[in-house]
């Protein structure tokens, strides 16, 4: 079992930051992919970035186009902790953020919601125009 919770989110302007964490518990982050999932109200639920380690010392990433050089992903190991840093935010940003893992599968990082097995209860963020 993983457990995740996230903190971070709340009202921001646009052109804003803010930054998400997501405590993670239960797996050691070697064997672990870690993502953040977005779900606006009524759209479906949207990949935003993931993150695996491969327990030396290389990160992996990918992210979604709509955030690729405005978002960025990070691990903190010793934290047993995972961060979004979200820059140049717009209102299509607004969303429920959800910390999500799976298993990790080699080298490989789920680019959809439902390849993810563990999820938080997710933290809003709201952009203001």
């Known amino acids: 079992q993983v457990q995740l919770v996230e903190s971070g989110g709340g009202l921001v302007q646009a052109g804003g930051s803010l930054r998400l964490s997501c405590a993670a518990s239960g797996r050691t982050f070697s064997s672990t992919t870690m993502g953040w999932v977005r779900q606006a109200p009524g759209k479906e639920r949207e990949f935003v970035a993931g993150?695996?380690?491969?327990?030396?010392?290389?990160?992996?990433?990918d992210y979604a186009d709509s955030v690729k050089g405005r978002f960025a992903v990070s691990m903190d190991n010793a934290k047993n902790s995972v961060y979004l840093q979200m820059n140049s935010l717009n209102s299509e940003d607004t969303a429920v953020y959800y910390c999500a893992a799976r298993p990790r599968i080699g080298f490989r990082i789920g680019t959809r919601g439902e390849e993810y097995d563990y999820w938080g209860r997710g933290t809003q963020v709201t952009v203001s125009s």
């Open positions: 993150i695996l380690w491969d327990g030396t010392k290389t990160y992996y990433t």
